[in-house]
């Protein structure tokens, strides 16, 4: 289960709310470690309007014999105790409680995470990384840049990026273990999450997703490529072609569900143009 898309003027101020509030460790409960903001420490119409986006775009998930309402948020999870709003520490809503969360597709990634680069990494597939990365270099790389589905860096590496305005999302941590564990990657900044979780508050002037990687987002949420990318800024997304069983899959034995670049929305305020590279339809678009 993951979020419903949210106007990203609600996601900004989701994002600043996390980053400015203070999370206490909530020591009652060791058993399900988790952290806690306090409604009397926040200005007031900041967190009810927090509690409520929670509640309106977060997901229903069942712990123990009750149900919650989550929204995810980089590699956490934000959600109250469904009590009202109004502000009363015996029957209202008082305090908004923070998780680190364990990502849907990480755990096929992770468990192949260990053979991962002997099944992958060969000559052959060193030459499309280098003729990948060749495409890329064709977009600016001096400003702020957004890698989706980073994984452990194959492509990455033949990239020379700045540490100061790279970032690389993945779900997988262990993927992203390898990813920094590399020398040449090691100072660029990843984070472990989803592309529909991601929150920054800066735009981008480049967003890249290879291999695959932009057919595991949801459709409707490349819709916040409006919002996060510079006006001039370009993407360019590797979707698997269609009728073509991805070799991850077959190697992990697990099937994932993943999309199509038909499924692209037509939202996207950008010129967009499409070309096949093997198996992969690749969509680039300079931002309008």
Same mark, same amino acid.
């Given at each position: 289960?993951?979020?419903?898309?949210?106007?990203?003027?609600?996601?900004?101020?989701?994002?600043?709310?996390?980053?400015?509030?203070?999370?206490?460790?909530?020591?009652?409960?060791?058993?399900?470690?988790?952290?806690?903001?306090?409604?009397?420490?926040?200005?007031?119409?900041?967190?009810?309007?927090?509690?409520?986006?929670?509640?309106?775009?977060?997901?229903?998930?069942?712990?123990?014999?009750?149900?919650?309402?989550?929204?995810? *948020?980089?590699?956490?999870?934000?959600?109250?105790?469904?009590?009202?709003?109004?502000?009363?520490?015996?029957?209202?809503?008082?305090?908004?409680?923070?998780?680190?969360?364990?990502?849907?597709?990480?755990?096929?990634?992770?468990?192949?995470?260990?053979?991962?680069?002997?099944?992958?990494?060969?000559?052959?597939?060193?030459?499309?990384?280098? $003729?990948?990365? $060749?495409?890329?270099?064709?977009?600016?790389?001096?400003?702020?840049?957004?890698?989706?589905?980073?994984?452990?860096?194959?492509?990455?590496?033949?990239?020379?990026?700045?540490?100061?305005?790279?970032?690389?999302?993945?779900?997988?941590?262990?993927?992203?273990?390898?990813?920094?564990?590399?020398?040449?990657?090691?100072?660029?900044?990843? *984070?472990?999450?989803?592309?529909?979780?991601?929150?920054? $508050?800066?735009?981008?002037?480049?967003?890249?997703?290879?291999?695959?990687?932009?057919?595991?987002?949801?459709?409707?949420?490349?819709?916040?490529?409006?919002?996060?990318?510079?006006?001039? /800024?370009?993407?360019?997304?590797?979707?698997?072609?269609?009728?073509?069983?991805?070799?991850?899959?077959?190697?992990?034995?697990?099937?994932?569900?993943?999309?199509?670049?038909?499924?692209?929305?037509?939202?996207?305020?950008?010129?967009?143009?499409?070309?096949?590279?093997?198996?992969?339809?690749?969509?680039? /678009?300079?931002?309008?």
């Amino acid at each position: 289960m993951d979020n419903q898309l949210m106007p990203y003027e609600d996601w900004l101020f989701v994002n600043s709310i996390i980053a400015k509030s203070r999370w206490i460790f909530a020591k009652t409960m060791p058993q399900n470690p988790h952290y806690y903001m306090l409604r009397k420490e926040s200005n007031d119409d900041e967190f009810v309007r927090f509690v409520k986006l929670i509640r309106e775009y977060g997901y229903r998930s069942k712990y123990g014999k009750s149900w919650y309402i989550l929204l995810n *948020v980089n590699n956490c999870f934000y959600w109250t105790m469904g009590c009202p709003l109004h502000n009363c520490n015996r029957t209202g809503t008082i305090l908004i409680n923070r998780k680190e969360r364990k990502l849907g597709i990480d755990n096929q990634y992770d468990e192949i995470s260990e053979d991962y680069e002997k099944v992958f990494y060969n000559d052959v597939s060193a030459d499309e990384d280098v $003729q990948i990365a $060749q495409l890329i270099t064709r977009h600016n790389l001096s400003g702020r840049i957004l890698e989706i589905g980073c994984g452990s860096g194959m492509v990455t590496r033949n990239l020379i990026l700045d540490p100061d305005n790279y970032v690389g999302v993945d779900p997988s941590e262990k993927m992203l273990n390898l990813f920094n564990s590399r020398e040449t990657l090691k100072n660029l900044r990843t *984070v472990h999450t989803d592309f529909e979780s991601y929150a920054d $508050q800066k735009k981008f002037n480049f967003m890249f997703a290879t291999y695959g990687a932009a057919s595991y987002v949801r459709p409707e949420f490349w819709t916040r490529i409006n919002s996060m990318l510079e006006r001039g /800024g370009t993407f360019f997304l590797m979707f698997y072609a269609d009728n073509y069983m991805p070799v991850t899959h077959i190697f992990s034995q697990v099937e994932l569900p993943y999309y199509s670049a038909n499924d692209f929305p037509k939202e996207i305020e950008a010129d967009i143009r499409t070309s096949t590279i093997g198996n992969y339809v690749v969509m680039e /678009g300079i931002k309008r």
